[in-house]
């Protein structure tokens, strides 16, 4: 190639500055905190593979697949222009080197693959284009997306115009192997290989946009969001390995600082996340508080580190105090109390997630820094929090109460060794009125399938589920050792719960406090018991008509339990339940979640009317006059009878799991009449 | 030379129960025991081991009951009455020794005090129900009862105090106090204190009284006991401060005995307010305290008066008609004023009832709203969930009307109603104005 000197200068330069550019963002994510990150690296790289180049994620939604062709595409390309690069700076190096049996098919795959990622940059325009965007969160169409997939899309014209060129020349040996770069030496000329038609012109040409173009996009790449295509797969290499509801505890120590303030508070793992994030939007179309117009988006959030990152880059680096605050008032770069308030913790923005980014643990640590540092939080957690920090449960309720629920039943207390389970009721199983019939229903239903459980009565404390996720973590950390302690003298090993909520926080949470111990929802152990014939139904439950069953985030997303439930339902109403249109994995919170259960919903729809009205929409859609929505936790059941009432839809009930075998288990004379 | 008479060691005793007496105050006497002896059963009540106790009289003096008493053995009794009959019946010196000491201490102070609250000139009534109260304890203690004014420009509101049964008044005015500012009342106070040596100071337990009355008990380095429900005076001239104790389960009395003066709050609306004498006369007491503008770090920059809000005070109402989902609409809750205004109380509102808008928020009851302790709450058309019963479940009387006769309202109810409130609601409202007519025309 005669420009060849010209090219090595250009290809240095760009070199250069990308490099440069790569290395000035990511270098600020040595700014984070420290936290391991390379355990279990067999379990990292099934991750990594599965998520980053299996895109398993990505595919989840239909439009996908094109995301999953240009991704390929970039991968096997990269040998192409590797070797275009490589043949660039060292003429006589070049893939021609390689056997024909062997180069050969590989310029085959080359020209195909480079056809289905210009078809694909051509679909995902023309989808940019035509489909509505949110306006509540994008001001305008990214300029930024364009350019890229124009970039794209020039890359693969010059490689059809470079090769066709070649060919028309006839100085490409295997063009049998390259059916669309033959198509396109039909646009210079003959095609056969006669000499001084202006192909020779025309391969200049494409040979300078190919390189062009590719050293341009490498300038671009790390200046823009598309930087996810440097970090995507480290990003799902390093993703947590941990239930993501579990925040890691924190150290106790006069002087230390908790939560995050700053943006270097955050781990580096934290930091990475931002430069990370595509903004391709699916967590903010998953999230409860955005689909209710709250001022909370997870997209935003993600976005905002990385804005306040930058901002603060110089002083931080220097050792300053940075200039633009993490949490304030409302502005680029700066995350509002009300946004961090606004989190149900329900995961959906961590399931959506095609790259693995942990947007709900951010938030849990901006919390912990407002409440356990500045004390800044809704005035109605403060009743709740000294509620919990004073008589162990959310509503103030003198311990001595958790008994009364079995007034009707004789109910014996767990003791080591005679009993099997411990069952843990909780609070709104304790206290709550509609909760303690599902209470009765299940300590019903156990007696009856001959499980040995006790109860922990007046001595049973709140799990602390609500302090950790609103960011209480000290009063959490007295309560969790608290339970371990209590757990541990009393020799407990099984234990089941009625709540997710305490199922996931004694399952997941306390692991950190070294209390290694099985816990079951009930919906798990009613589905084994009906599986091993233990509960015998009395008759097929019919009256409560079709039944909608809704994922409660901690029992679902959190823990992977979705079979269970519905395999119960089915087992007593003899039919599947029906589902919500958002269900399993993408299951919309009832808004319960994270400590939302404690506080005011001010702004937007409430989050619990959206559920519900899905949920009697799907129901309405079945044939049946009684319909019943079927949850299995108690927040879900507050938040569904309240917003059942509030919606004034007639004749459809909430049910728990455990009521609906209840009613099964009712002998058939004494079927209510509904 | 005289006779060294070796003294007969005086027989203390063992603490026993008194059957039937305990009340199960929650282990008083076991957490006092120096030497362990005290263990507490299954009810409650003391099991005490007589073979360890060293007859302190301790678990005696702290039961509230009296239910303990000493025991003394027939020979120990002799021994007791001999010793009763050698002094002559005079008492006992060598033990009280130190007790005396004490009486003798506590003695210098004397009087009743009510702190008299005011913002920007405006007395708050809660002053006014303790001075009833106050003249209560005074008459008990044979002492006079004093209103402590503190302010600018304040002086009117000791004749006012006088009314409400003051005999005296302390006046402090003047300019470094127009506005209430911790540093300043709480030198103020304390200057009062030293001088005049009170033996029972009373403060509202308001926002402002809460304040100055912890930190007044810590400069001076008295007790003190918040939010009183009852106050009384013992045959020590202890005051005995009932307030109720864990989650008010236990009603318990905290007496301040070694310490002077005994100092206690006591919430709004929780005494009666005295009949008011016009033209009843005091004395004014006149007290310079200098406190100086400069040396007090916080400033008053702007009073933002809450006034314009609707600021119907619905935690300290007495009376409350509360509306839920069953009102079915805003206009519905007309009916709930009618009934409130009769009984002279306020209309409180569920969560459901504000978040439709039929209410505001200032007038929600429950675990994110007020909790409220009226003498009646009257829930219309309020199922009861868990969020709202918290708070109110400590209301004195709670008259539920529902259509839901499994509504867990029912479940905190004194009285429950199943029925139409809108016909039960407006019937409640005529009967109330057929009894008043009837009391009017007599």
Redesign the interface.
């Known amino acids: 190639m005669k420009h060849h000197s010209l090219f090595i200068i250009l290809f240095v330069l760009a070199a250069a500055v990308f490099c440069f550019l790569a290395w000035r963002r990511l270098s600020l994510i040595a700014l984070g905190k420290a936290e391991e990150r390379f355990d279990d690296i067999p379990r990292r790289l099934r991750d990594m593979i599965l998520f980053a180049f299996g895109q398993k994620k990505v595919l989840a939604r239909p439009f996908g697949i094109n995301h999953f062709v240009i991704f390929w595409s970039f991968i096997i390309l990269l040998i192409a222009n590797g070797d275009f690069i490589v043949s660039g700076l060292f003429p006589t190096i070049s893939l021609r080197l390689l056997p024909a049996s062997l180069h050969g098919p590989l310029l085959f795959l080359f020209d195909i693959v480079s056809l289905f990622a210009l078809i694909a940059v051509l679909i995902a325009s023309g989808r940019r284009l035509l489909f509505k965007l949110d306006t509540r969160y994008v001001k305008r169409r990214s300029l930024e997306g364009f350019l890229i997939l124009s970039f794209i899309a020039l890359l693969m014209i010059a490689y059809f115009g470079l090769h066709g060129a070649e060919i028309a020349l006839g100085q490409e040996p295997l063009a049998g192997w390259m059916p669309v770069s033959t198509l396109a030496a039909g646009f210079f000329g003959c095609g056969s290989g006669c000499a001084g038609c202006g192909a020779a012109c025309y391969l200049g040409f494409y040979w300078w946009l190919h390189a062009a173009v590719l050293l341009a996009f490498m300038i671009f790449l790390p200046i823009s969001k598309h930087m996810h295509i440097l970090t995507a797969i480290p990003n799902c290499f390093l993703a947590a390995l941990d239930k993501p509801n579990t925040q890691p505890r924190e150290e106790f120590a006069v002087n230390n600082c908790y939560g995050v303030v700053k943006v270097d508070d955050f781990t580096w793992k934290d930091l990475l996340d931002s430069f990370s994030c595509t903004e391709c939007g699916r967590c903010q179309e998953a999230c409860p508080a955005t689909a209710t117009q709250k001022p909370l988006n997870p997209r935003q959030v993600i976005h905002t580190l990385k804005t306040n990152l930058m901002a603060n880059a110089a002083a931080l680096k220097a050792g300053q105090e940075p200039l633009l605050p993490l949490t304030g008032a409302e502005g680029e770069g700066t995350n509002t109390r009300e946004a961090i308030w606004a989190c149900t913790t329900c995961g959906a923005c961590m399931e959506a997630c095609p790259v693995l980014i942990e947007q709900m643990p951010k938030i849990i640590k901006m919390r912990r820094h407002l409440v356990e540092m500045q004390s800044d939080f809704p005035e ?1 957690l403060l ?2 929090f000294e509620n919990m920090e004073q ?1 162990s449960n ?5 311990p ?1 109460e958790r008994t009364k629920w079995h007034t009707t039943m004789e109910v014996k207390n767990f003791v080591a060794g005679e009993t099997e389970y411990l069952f843990y009721v909780g609070c ?1 199983g304790a ?4 909760q303690k019939h599902v209470t009765v229903a299940l300590a019903t239903v156990l007696n009856m399938a001959g499980v040995s459980w006790g109860i922990l009565g007046k001595d049973e404390k709140c799990c602390g589920d609500s302090a950790r996720r609103l960011g209480n973590e000290y009063l959490f950390d007295k309560m969790a050792k608290e339970n371990v302690e209590l757990f541990t003298s009393r020799k407990i090993t099984k234990v089941i719960t009625q709540c997710p909520h305490c199922f996931s926080t004694l399952k997941n949470d306390y692991r950190q406090y070294g209390l290694e111990i099985e816990v079951i929802h009930h919906a798990e152990l009613l589905a084994r018991l009906l599986q091993e014939g233990k509960i015998k139904l009395e008759h097929q439950v019919t009256e409560l008509g079709r039944v909608l069953y809704h994922d409660s985030c901690y029992l679902g997303r959190h823990n992977g339990v979705y079979d269970e439930p519905r395999s119960v339902i089915a087992a007593v109403t003899g039919v599947n339940p029906v589902e919500a249109p958002r269900s399993r994995e993408n299951a919309f919170c009832c808004g319960a979640g994270g400590g939302r259960m ?3 919903e001010h702004e937007g729809e ?1 989050i619990n009317i959206a559920r519900v009205s899905e949920a009697v929409a799907a129901l309405n859609a079945e044939q049946g006059a009684a319909s019943t929505i079927c949850v299995a936790c108690p927040y879900c059941m ?1 938040m569904f ?2 917003g059942l ?2 919606k004034g839809a007639v004749g459809v009930k909430v049910r728990d799991v455990a009521e609906i075998v209840a009613e099964g288990l009712r002998p058939v004379r004494d079927r209510r009449v509904i | 030379m005289t006779e060294v008479k070796k003294p007969i060691k005086k027989p203390r005793g063992k603490a026993q129960l008194i059957e039937n007496r305990c009340i199960a105050c929650g282990a008083r006497c076991q957490s006092v025991c120096p030497v362990n002896c005290v263990e507490m059963n299954e009810a409650g009540e003391p099991i005490i081991d007589q073979s360890r106790c060293i007859g302190c009289v301790k678990c005696v003096t702290i039961c509230p009951a009296q239910a303990i008493e000493m025991f003394f053995t027939p020979e120990e009794q002799a021994l007791l009455d001999q010793l009763i009959a050698g002094a002559d019946g005079k008492p006992e010196a060598d033990d009280n020794s130190e007790e005396l000491a004490l009486a003798e201490k506590l003695s210098v102070y004397s009087g009743v005090w009510v702190f008299v609250e005011q913002t920007e000139g405006e007395p708050a009534t809660v002053s006014w129900e303790l001075l009833g109260k106050g003249r209560e304890l005074a008459d008990t203690l044979a002492v006079s009862l004093a209103a402590i004014v503190i302010g600018y420009g304040v002086e009117n509101l000791c004749a006012e105090a006088f009314a409400y049964g003051a005999d005296k008044a302390y006046l402090v005015d003047a300019p470094v106090f127009r506005h209430y500012r911790t540093e300043s009342y709480l030198q103020a106070v304390c200057e009062l204190i030293a001088k005049y040596k009170p033996e029972v100071i009373l403060m509202g337990a308001t926002g402002l009284g809460r304040d100055l009355a912890g930190a007044v008990a810590t400069a001076v380095g008295t007790g003190l006991t918040a939010d009183c429900t009852g106050l009384s005076i013992d045959d020590k001239r202890n005051l005995m401060q009932t307030r109720p104790a ?2 008010g ?1 236990i009603m318990a009395t905290i007496m301040c005995d070694r310490f002077r003066p005994q100092m206690a709050t006591v919430r709004p609306h929780v005494m009666p307010m005295s009949e008011k004498q016009p033209g009843k006369n005091g004395e004014i007491i006149r007290e310079t305290c200098p406190v100086r503008e400069e040396d007090i770090l916080v400033k008053v920059l702007d009073i933002i008066s809450d006034r314009n809000k609707d600021n119907v005070d619905v935690a300290g109402a007495e009376f409350i008609v509360s509306g839920g ?1 069953g009102m079915m609409g805003k206009e519905n809750f007309t009916m709930l004023k009618e009934l409130a205004d009769e009984l002279g109380g306020v209309v409180g509102a569920s ?2 009832a504000v ?2 808008g039929w209410m505001p928020q200032e007038r929600q009851v429950g ?2 709203g007020k ?1 409220v302790r009226p003498k009646i709450y009257i829930a219309c058309g309020i ?5 709202h ?2 708070g109110m479940q400590d209301s004195d009387v709670v008259i539920a009307i529902n259509r839901d006769k499994d509504a ?1 309202i029912f ?1 905190v109810a004194t009285y429950g109603i199943v029925g139409d409130l809108f016909q039960v609601i407006p019937a409640i409202t005529n009967r109330l104005r057929e009894i008043k007519a009837a009391k009017g025309l007599k």
């Open positions: 109605e009743n709740l008589r959310p509503w103030g309720i003198a001595t709104a206290f709550d009125s509609r404690w506080m005011e409430r507050t009878e309240d009432k509030d | 864990f989650g389960n989902r969560r459901s978040d439709a675990q994110t909790t199922s009861g969930a868990i969020q019963l918290v867990p479940e």
